[in-house]
């Protein structure tokens, strides 16, 4: 199994995929359909989206498993498949991937809320064990425990993929800016305790994916430094922040503007750095160019 970790103490920054949801709208996935039962219906084309990626630039590629946990799964009756959903997105993103680059199995929160009861934290363990070997075994090199909002679910899911394999495993929240110009998750946890918690966990990777631009994802990164000077930082941004148009959600910002921040999100302290929401392929390219550019200047 490849080391993430390995690569960036070679004083490296890596480039991750962007945007997945997207994508496969574009290729004709319909409002209210499954997107991960894709892996089982549509393998060529979800194996494309990561070879395009690839292609542009990435060192990282994810899987198309955001909502592959069980609880995800049974709004569309298919939770007795998560294992096999699980396990083809590993595949499909590995076989894309190859050998020369990384693949991080995507693992998105549940839904569920613990101080409600609406779950315990046996139920959770055991879905996200569940979620976790299957992508491992599907050929991930390592895990991305993303767009978390609540200490509780994230830390579970980091206790449960250490029980299951001992692969490197990277930890993002999703944060907004508030009216006092702080960041926090829709729980209020803040990029420091966020920080704190999740190392202490166990997470080897830290960072911010979703809800903001690369412009707003500076600060993130700069108070998550504040608590380690030395954990790799992974940032997945929007491609700016959405507008409503016509009633449909746009992502507004071009790839070369994206491009513009990448200097100062690694100054900050960034150390892999890809796209989210409504980020394309000629982003991650564009990024991917500005990340080179460091190394031959």
């Known amino acids: 199994m490849k080391s993430i970790l390995a690569a960036l103490s070679q004083n490296k920054i890596l480039v991750s995929d962007g945007a997945w949801g997207t994508f496969l709208q574009k290729m004709g996935l319909q409002s209210g359909e499954c997107p991960e039962a894709w892996n089982l219906s549509h393998p060529e084309q979800v194996k494309q989206i990561a070879q395009n990626y690839i292609e542009a630039g990435a060192n990282i590629v994810l899987t198309n498993s955001f909502g592959g946990s069980r609880f995800k799964l049974e709004s569309f009756g298919l939770a007795h498949k998560a294992e096999e959903i699980n396990r083809a997105a590993a595949g499909l993103s590995r ?33 996200f064990g569940e979620q976790a070997n299957a992508l491992i075994s599907g050929g991930a090199d390592g895990l991305c425990i993303e767009t978390m909002s609540a200490l509780d679910e994230a830390i579970c899911a980091i206790q449960a993929a250490r029980a299951q394999t001992d692969c490197e495993i990277a930890c993002t929240f999703t944060f907004e800016k508030t009216r006092q110009n702080e960041f926090r998750t829709m729980m209020g946890v803040s990029p420091a305790q966020m920080a704190e918690a999740i190392l202490k966990a166990g997470a080897d990777i830290i960072g911010a994916n979703c809800s903001n631009g690369m412009e707003l994802m500076i600060p993130i990164v700069k108070e998550l430094r504040q608590v380690s000077s030395v954990v790799p930082i992974l940032i997945h941004a929007n ?42 392929p000629e982003h991650i390219r564009m990024i991917a160019e500005k990340v080179q550019r460091r190394y031959i200047d």
């Open 95 to 127: 076989l894309a991937a190859g050998e020369d680059h990384f693949v991080l199995g995507s693992m998105g929160p549940t839904g569920k809320i613990l101080i409600t009861g609406d779950i315990t934290r046996e139920a959770w363990i055991e879905a």
């Open 239 to 280: 491609a700016g922040m959405p507008v409503i148009q016509n009633g449909e959600t746009i992502f507004p910002e071009k790839p070369a503007e994206t491009a513009e921040w990448i200097d100062p999100l690694i100054k900050a302290g960034a150390n892999i750095i890809g796209g989210c929401c409504g980020t394309t």
